[in-house]
């Protein structure tokens, strides 16, 4: 079987990002309202000194002083800057601190970033060490860097390294969460986080332990802490954001829908977006209303995953591929990206030689995910590629997998063993498969698993595809599994 | 705005002072960044023609204050404590501190009770390190490099004092063509022993303050804090050389730059990591500069500038410091020591 993602399933858990990425997206902004512009002036030492004399020095001292005010629309420094950049004297950095005081605030989207990124991220990184050891937030972003490349016992090292030296820090501490939850070590993370005094003040570190304690089944002791956090009306909307999304999933898990949608309008107001995703993804499971989530999106720099899962959920799938593949270059070790787009190209468009190109570019930290792996050898089966496709699934370790994991393979043995023509063998794996995850209580899985061994029957034209497409229909359509009441209509 | 005519202070052209002083030229008015308000002026001495500057204390700008009292207090309290600091520094041995020749009071006829005006002479520079590096085609490192030993030494006699100078800039920094670099302008310094009516509160220049000093931070309650500003603003002047601005300028640059100019200051411990990612990109800049000058010290001065300028005061200075007990961190012995070796390197090169 094709492995797509489980939208229910889905927590505000924080992203690795790295530093430049991060403060791109506002995530190290100050959470109380008002201290965000502090739209100051520049005092009159400078500007007397500049207008007394006019010369490198004093425009130096004038313009810096303006960037630090923020005074972005003093008439004396923007001469002062125009004076830098005119004058031969000036040092190279003089300029760059005229050209950043006279360029606009506009951010670039970030680039795309490929395996070979990484590398030379690394080597950047680990020279700007070799000058100054004592930066928490290098350490942070060589450890992204090495979990990128799938290196996690450096990641992890680099880690610590960064926490040792910056554990009193939201950008380290969320770092931290996120590598510590891609080394499946998310006990660490949350020890991690409780320990940290901002788990009390600050929303954002809340959102983090919430997230996280409630994915992982974990204690948090700042639950209590966490709630009043986002209804303390000092904080600024977007600093709560994060944090009414995961209370919100938290609520939707005790069943309490109208608690849930409340959070999540709160969340959307002026939200990141982690939470315009997060709503996305539940908008479905409680009603959410779409045009709050539609007035969000307008405030959200980049919402690749959002627009991912829209597009899924809308079945324009050409859309959704490009947002996934934004979504997987700007969150290079979430796995996610890679499975919805080479199921969405693999299954939807049927075309299994993207998806095998998609996975190929992927970085290796999402390629070890066990159900990339799957979407590769069903993908290079479906292609025909069946021998490769099988030697790939032998290869595989699943000593350590999940249950499910086990049982998605398990499946996907059954699809290999169609397509080597053993169907009495397949079918015994499929039904293996559909059972196992029916008694993990995992019926949407076990309808997928279905779908994907009623499409072989249909294939191999047997007497049971039309009952079993019939079964299919019906059960996609009780577990509302999205796109797979399009793809089962097909059946 | 009050008249000039009418301030005592802006009438002293011409006027014979105690010790033989000629006032012969005015050179500005008060200047706006000092801690109290000062009318400047040219001197000379008659016998043996000496040349020095007058800053003369303006008292009647404190009566246009809205609170003239308080005014009054303050400016003069300042004037004290410099004057105090400028004695402190006179009956030692400094060798590159600029301090006081004389000082005094003057009466200007006309004004009653407030035509006595306080006044302090100083030696006369041939300028600063600013107006040196204008005069420059290319950066004379050797020179640079002899400054910032000259400079270090100033800062290690006035510490050996125990007194903090709290504004060392490269407007501080004199250059006297005929005995090099000294620290001038003690206004803002303050006395170890000497409980200071202000704890720091008074307006420093943004552009050279050290980090914790942007946010209030004290990681000691003693003077150590006012030490370890001095020796960050030490390490400042060799980004000031090298790449054209205070090391606090170019971190506020990359701070900014980093969050799309919308950076917000938290709180001093909270946003250190963010400061120190700031300055380790700044050293990178700093390491390109020196390289193109003169790859064969660029490592030592990088150094210098990293253990100087550490934007956490807990680990700022010589780690080697440490190992002594009775050394304070703050202690400039080896700085004085590397500088000299730096500067005497690139003096023999150029020979």
Not at chain 1, 129 to 140: E, H, K, M, T
Not at chain 1, 195 to 205: A, E, F, R, V
Request: net charge neutral.
């Amino acid at each position: 079987m094709n492995k797509t993602i489980d939208e229910k399933e889905r927590k505000t858990i924080p992203r690795f990002l790295d530093y430049f990425t991060a403060s791109t997206f506002g995530l190290l902004r100050a959470i109380k309202i008002g201290s965000l512009y502090d739209g100051g002036v520049v005092t009159n030492q400078t500007k007397i000194g500049w207008t007394t004399s006019h010369n490198l020095f004093n425009a130096v001292d004038l313009v810096a002083e303006a960037i630090v005010t923020k005074d972005f629309i003093s008439e004396d420094a923007f001469n002062a800057a125009q004076f830098i950049n005119r004058n031969p004297k000036s040092s190279w950095f003089m300029t760059k601190l005229a050209n950043h005081y006279l360029e606009g605030t506009a951010i670039d989207a970030p680039e795309l970033k490929t395996v070979e990124t990484y590398q030379l991220k690394i080597s950047k990184i680990r020279s700007f060490l070799d000058i100054y050891p004592g930066n928490p937030v290098a350490w942070s972003d060589l450890a992204l860097s090495y979990a990128t490349l799938g290196l996690r016992t450096k990641a992890t090292k680099s880690m610590a390294i960064a926490l040792q030296l910056g554990e009193n820090n939201r950008f380290v501490l969320r770092s931290a969460a996120g590598c510590f939850i891609f080394n499946n070590e998310p006990d660490r993370a949350i020890h991690t986080l409780n320990k940290s005094d901002l788990g009390s003040i600050d929303p954002w570190i809340a959102s983090a332990i919430v997230a996280i304690a409630d994915g992982y089944n974990l204690k948090s002791r700042h639950l209590r802490t966490a709630k009043a956090l986002s209804g303390e009306t000092g904080l600024s909307d977007f600093s709560r954001s994060e944090l009414n999304a995961s209370l919100a999933t938290m609520e939707i898990k005790s069943g309490s829908n109208k608690e849930a949608r409340r959070l999540f309008k709160r969340s959307l107001i002026d939200p990141t977006e982690n939470a315009l995703a997060q709503a996305e993804y539940m908008k479905k499971a409680i009603g959410l209303d779409s045009s709050l989530i539609d007035d969000g999106r307008k405030k959200v720099y980049v919402p690749f995953e959002a627009n991912t899962i829209r597009y899924y959920f809308e079945g324009k799938y050409r859309e959704c591929l490009e947002a996934a593949n934004s979504w997987a270059s700007f969150d290079s070790i979430n796995p996610d990206p890679v499975i919805i787009s080479s199921f969405v190209a693999s299954t939807c468009l049927e075309d299994a030689e993207g998806a095998i190109d998609i996975i190929m570019k992927a970085t290796p930290a999402q390629k070890e995910n066990l159900s990339v792996a799957n979407n590769m050898i069903f993908s290079l089966i479906e292609k025909g590629e069946l021998r490769k496709g099988v030697y790939l699934l032998n290869k595989l370790d699943i000593s350590v997998a999940r249950d499910d994991v086990k049982l998605m393979l398990k499946a996907t043995r059954g699809f290999a063993a169609f397509r080597s023509n053993r169907p009495e063998y397949a079918r015994e794996l499929y039904r293996k498969a559909i059972t196992g995850f029916k008694d993990l209580g995992d019926n949407r899985s076990a309808a997928i698993a279905k779908y994907f061994l009623a499409r072989e029957e249909k294939r191999l034209a047997s007497d049971y595809a039309e009952a079993l497409a019939d079964e299919v229909k019906e059960e996609v359509k009780r577990y509302e599994i999205p796109t797979f009441n399009i793809l089962a209509q097909k059946l | 705005m009050t008249n000039d005519k009418l301030r005592p202070a802006e009438l002293l052209l011409g006027a014979k002072l105690d010790g033989g002083w000629v006032v012969t030229s005015k050179i500005s008015k008060s200047s706006v960044d000092s801690r109290y308000l000062s009318v400047c002026y040219r001197v000379e001495r008659k016998d043996d023609k000496k040349k020095a500057f007058l800053k003369v204390l303006d008292y009647t700008l404190a009566m246009e204050q809205p609170d003239p009292s308080k005014a009054l207090h303050e400016l003069t309290e300042a004037f004290d404590a410099e004057r105090e600091i400028l004695s402190q520094c006179k009956g030692s041995r400094l060798h590159r501190v600029a301090f006081s020749i004389a000082d005094g009071t003057f009466n200007v006829e006309g004004f009653g009770v407030f035509g006595k005006v306080s006044y302090l002479i100083f030696d006369s520079a041939d300028g600063d390190i600013r107006k040196q590096k204008e005069l420059w085609q290319d950066l004379d490192l050797a020179w640079c490099l002899r400054s910032l030993h000259q400079s270090a030494v100033g800062l290690m006699e006035l510490h050996g004092l125990g007194i903090a100078h709290q504004d060392l800039k490269p407007s501080k920094i004199l250059v006297f063509n005929d005995s090099g670099c000294k620290v001038s302008d003690l206004e803002r310094a303050s006395h170890k022993y000497v409980e200071a009516s202000e704890k720091g509160n008074f307006k420093l220049s943004i552009g050279y303050m050290a980090p914790e000093q942007w946010y209030g931070w004290h990681f000691k309650n003693d003077h150590t804090d006012r030490f370890m500003s001095d020796i960050y603003q030490l390490g400042s002047l060799i980004f000031f050389f090298f790449i054209g601005c205070s090391a606090t300028q170019a971190i506020d640059m990359k701070l900014s730059k980093n969050n799309a100019k919308s950076f917000t200051k938290v709180n001093f411990e909270e946003d250190l990591p963010y400061i120190k990612q700031a300055f380790g990109e700044v050293l990178f800049d700093l390491k390109k500069r020196l390289d193109e000058l003169d790859p064969r010290q660029s490592d030592e001065i990088l150094e210098l500038a990293a253990e100087l300028c550490e934007p956490d005061p807990r680990l700022r200075g010589d780690k080697k410091v440490l190992a002594y007990v009775h050394v304070p961190r703050y202690d400039l012995q080896r700085y004085v020591s590397r500088f000299n070796i730096l500067a005497r390197r690139a003096e023999l090169r150029l020979i």
